[in-house]
């Protein structure tokens, strides 16, 4: 991100930004994931994200990542998202240390996420940013397309 100014914005999910971010993700996410994408929609509401964090490079946003509730010691990573030309720059790590410091900041212990075996790139991001593979949990137990992480905080 060198000779690059990138802003950091906490806000929620009722941002226009971050709905315009997410309108994106999840076109890009229907392609992927073909005909399995109506059954991974169904957990990728708006609902719930009231932890969202945007990205800003040169007055344009390009980057987002969200997190809700994940019982009482936890918060999972949601919505993570950059658009194509920005992608490789590093505004993904900045968005998700931003997340990781805004949950240790309301005392949440760990984080965790689910993201697809069609995301290889997501996957190798995660482990990179210190998350490690774990057991498919709730909706995506037994879901072989799904790969769950957690990170200690």
Known sequence: MENQTVKLLRT????????????????????????QHGFYHQFNGLEGLDRVVLADHDGQWVACGAMKEFGEDALEVKRMY????????????????????????AGFIRLVLETGRRQPEAISFYGKHGFQKIENYGPYVGVANSVCFEKSL
Do not use: S, Y
């Open 82 to 105: 950059t658009r194509v030309p920005f992608r490789g720059q590093g505004l993904a790590g900045a968005v998700l240390e931003e997340l990781d410091r805004w949950a240790a900041e």
């Open 12 to 35: 929620d999910a009722t941002n226009p930004a971050f709905r315009e971010l997410v309108a994106l993700l999840d076109a890009e996410l229907a392609e992927r994931d073909g005909p």
